[in-house]
C-alpha cells in the first residue's frame, strides 16, 4: 500500500510541470529534487510533523531546505 505521500510516476507527469523552476543558490549549487522535496512537503502537511524534525532517513532532504521551497511556491 502506497503512502499518502508518495508520488508515483503517472502523478508525477501531471504535477512536474505545474512547479515552478528552482534556480541553484551560491550555497547549495545541487538543488534537491523536486519530486522528493514534494514528497516531504505532503509528508509534513499530512503528518503534521514540524520542518525541522523531518526525519532524514526518509530521504527527503532538509526540512528547512523543503520548507523555503514550500513558503516559495
Known amino acids: 500500500m502506497a503512502k499518502?505521500?508518495?508520488i508515483d510516476d503517472e502523478l508525477w507527469v501531471r504535477v512536474n510541470p505545474m512547479l515552478p523552476?528552482?534556480?541553484p543558490g551560491k550555497r547549495r549549487p545541487v538543488p534537491l529534487d523536486d519530486r522528493k522535496?514534494?514528497?516531504s512537503i505532503l509528508f509534513v502537511l499530512y503528518t503534521g510533523i514540524n520542518w525541522k524534525h523531518l526525519p532524514p532517513e526518509l530521504g527527503f532532504g532538509s526540512g528547512i531546505t523543503c520548507w523555503?521551497?514550500?513558503r516559495r511556491a
Open 37 to 39: 522535496c514534494l514528497q
Open 4 to 6: 499518502p505521500w508518495d
Open 21 to 23: 523552476v528552482h534556480r
Open 68 to 70: 523555503r521551497r514550500f
